[in-house]
């Protein structure tokens, strides 16, 4: 019998449209464009699991659909593919990374490929390819070429950066120097998370608990000369250009929080003597607010000027370049011990709220500018350096931190802000007893008492920068982004280091020549880590080593770039991915960009995305791209969960406990309601049945079960692997049954029963068209070439509006519900209009495309049904000529009637009554009321 059969139809259209170029991409699209993008995967050694292809499902129906509409569309693959991950498996096994990379990438496209996803495979690009690379560093050249203009607030050449006259006085290399402190891309001395097992630097979101996220080995926070990008020169931009973004709400804060942008003041504490201060003081009149505080003062940046008065002690992070002087010898021992506690803690961890504060004196004070008075100096982890400047001013009576600092050290606490007259605990605030963090009316200010905090404020900042003491800054969280790794599996920096006759590197530098990339990876013996903060690349011989140009040796920069470089501009290389000579060609660049719709996980909603927008916009500002936005439309798919496990609690004499009364006990256990211990046992799920909002075992429904679906995991056990789903179900259904689970953004639960649901509709689709109850594959002897009735066209109709509009929408769940409610209506159907189920076909092809192929052509059409043109509903179609409704005598049904569907109720009345069956049922009955409600329903109050 002719059954619908996946594992023969499926992989014959995917060879028809690979040989066809069905999904080929114009390079210039005439009319209206979609880009349509998708965020490129790690090509791990896993493989897909069945959370990617919801995304890439989504993707896929929107692109297709596009194209039937007549779009001209955009919708390519590539792979992340530089990864720690890929080295370190090159360290365990000695296999180059390139060769694990492009088994893995062979493996990932085979699956893709599996799913009949139509992207354009011409245009598939890995970051590995040499060809792509070439361009990664062709852009970091961009960025080392470039410097941030603040008053014009763009990127310009670094040709057209002005020095000053003082800096030229001093020669050739000052000049050097002073323009390489100006790069977009330059080297400083920066604190980072050094794991010398892995032997290379990890970002902050690569260290869990003082451990590295891969591998789980001890990491240590060092300084290092590294790479940074500047990307804090672009912070307003970045924020400013979120308004202009169709991206979730939820997705903009993340960035704008991680922006951080604050406006308060810059203020400088006078470390020195007592008697010394009115001094200085008089000096900074004179000389004004310094760029840099210099030696004698610490510099603090606060949202609070206005609590200055309360400011009882300072706290400088374990990393502040002035500590060493700020420790007295008697300190030295204690302070030193300190900062090595802390250099094995991330950032993460220093700042966490709920973490006891610890700190030691340095034995040094400063002295605070608007009352004169010293006070102690501390140095505390909770402290960043790579925030604000460093260092703080504490004031323990209006900040918590602050006050449990300054409560277990037995400082100071002096409230400097009013509560309200009817705050809870008012006298302990006022007492220094407990924090008051919110805003008020000023007190132990002196002549600013009285005045509200915004007033004070001003009035505080103004008279400072007056004094030379400090000035209204505005500050932001964001940091410049370190940008280099000592690993092997990266891509190269295109630096060269002048080095002198000793071999010594001077301190200049040059790009390599554009005409040069890429520069490729040296071949190296072994990929193992020194252990020490030294790249790999710097094993490589001398012939890779030691560049000579016009009789000036160079050594190669070692370090490699992060893996987030790669995939900063990916999509601009899609447009134009076999140009040898440019990024990407201006006219193609103008004609796709920006992206329209770009999906994937809210995981990357702060870090890669600012990354792209950050790279995108410097070369917007140096006239390489069209656009100051890459993304305009962004969603993010939710997480599939693995399938819901059912778990039941027993008690010591293994008799069952109904989950309600399962408790945590003190010891961290689980307990019954009257103490008793319990232990959890899994329950199979045919063991289990529905009650209400939870499940209940069927052996003792009185018996409530834990049913919770588990992020996806290889250690929990359950990972689906879409490979055994396509074998047992088909593509066709895994995507249909992924975009079907719930609205695209929501979290749900896998469910293997799920999908096995789904293709039993392909089923009936296969079914509602073809005769499987013949030997031959002939078609339905009901369909007909004949118009569909009323009912049949207004089904139609409504079905292309609906799909039509929830495809646009991206509600997929609801479009595939009403397909399903097409294939019920038309299965009872004695006659099926061929034109109707070609129709519907179309509908139904980006969702199931093979099945739809397959289908199309045994209605005898010829090409492919991607090429079709989406089908329009007819309005008219949709207006019912007449509704059923029911007539009740005293409230109960007794027959129906046909009216139309906008009658009036005096109207439905009048048809009731003149209707032969109610005329019937009437006789010898008096009517003593008539009720109608329009569309719905006739009642009749009968008597006899």
Partial sequence: MPRYNPADIEPRWQAYWEENKTFATPENPGGKKRYVLDMFPYPSGDGLHVGHPEGYTATDIVSRFARMRGESVLHPMGFDAFGLPAEEHAIKTGEHPRIQTQRNIDNFTRQLKMLGFSYDWDRVLATTDEAYFRWTQWIFLVLFDTWFDAEQQVGRPIAELPIPDSVRAEGPRAVDAYVDSRRLAYQDDALVNWCPELGTVLANEEVVDGKSEVGGHPVKRIPLRQWMLRITDYAERLLEGLDDLEWPEGIKKLQSDWIGRSTGAEVDFFVGQEEQFETWKSARGESGFPQRPGGDALRVYTTRPDTLFGATYMVVSPEHPMLPQLTASDQADAVTAYCEKASFKSDRERTEGDREKTG???????????????????????????????????????????????????????????????????????????????????????????????????????????????????????????????????????ILHEVDQDGRETGRMRGVDPSELPVRLPELEDFKPHGRPEPPLAKAGEDWLYVTIDGQRYRRETNTMPQWAGSCWYYLRYIDPHNDARLVDPEKESAWMPVDLYVGGAEHAVLHLLYSRFWHKVLYDRGHVSTPEPFRRLVNQGMILGEVEFTAYFDPDDQPVSSQHVRKSPEGGRQSKDGRPVVAKPVAEDQVEKKGEGFVLKSDPSIRIDSRAHKMSKSRGNVVNPDVVVKEYGADA?????????????????????????????????????????????????????????????????????????????????????????????????????????????????????????????????????????????????VQSSIEVPVQFNGKVKTKIHVSPDSKPDQMIEAALADDRVQEMLAGKNVVKKIAVPGRLVNLVVKP
């Fill in 360 to 494: 030691v004196f340095t034995g040094s004070h400063a002295i605070n500018p608007v009352n004169g008075k010293p006070i102690p100096i501390w140095v505390a982890d909770y402290v960043l350096a790579g925030y604000g400047t460093g260092a703080i001013m504490a004031v323990p009576a209006h900040d918590e931190r602050d006050f449990e600092f300054a409560v277990k050290y037995d400082l100071p606490v002096i409230a400097v802000v009013e509560p309200p007259a009817d705050a809870e605990n008012r006298a302990e605030i006022l007492a220094g007893k407990a924090c008051f963090a919110a805003v008020g009316n000023a007190i132990n200010s002196g002549s600013l008492d009285g005045l509200d905090t915004a007033e004070v404020k001003t009035k505080i900042t103004a008279r400072l920068s007056g004094e030379g003491l400090g000035k209204q800054a505005v500050n932001y969280k964001l940091r410049d982004w370190l940008f280099s790794r000592q690993r092997f599996w990266g891509e190269p920096f295109p």
């Fill in 734 to 878: 895994l995507r249909l049954y992924e975009m079907f689970m719930g609205p695209l953004e929501a979290t749900k639960p896998w469910s293997m029963a799920g999908v096995g649901g789904v293709r039993s509709f392909l089923d009936r689709v296969w079914r509602m068209i073809v005769d499987d109850q013949c030997d031959d594959l002939v078609l339905q002897p009901g369909l007909s070439d004949a118009d569909g009735d009323e009912d049949q066209n207004r089904m139609l109709h409504a079905t292309i509006k609906k799909v039509t509009e929830d495809t646009e929408s991206m509600s997929f769940n609801t479009a595939i519900a009403r397909m399903m409610e097409f294939t019920n209506f038309f299965t009872r159907c004695e006659t099926r209009p061929v034109a109707a189920m070609k129709n519907f076909l179309i509908l139904l092809s980006p969702y199931a495309p093979h099945l739809c192929e397959e289908l199309w052509k045994i209605l005898g059409q010829q090409g492919s049904i991607a090429h079709q043109p989406w089908p329009s509903w007819d309005e008219a179609a949709l």
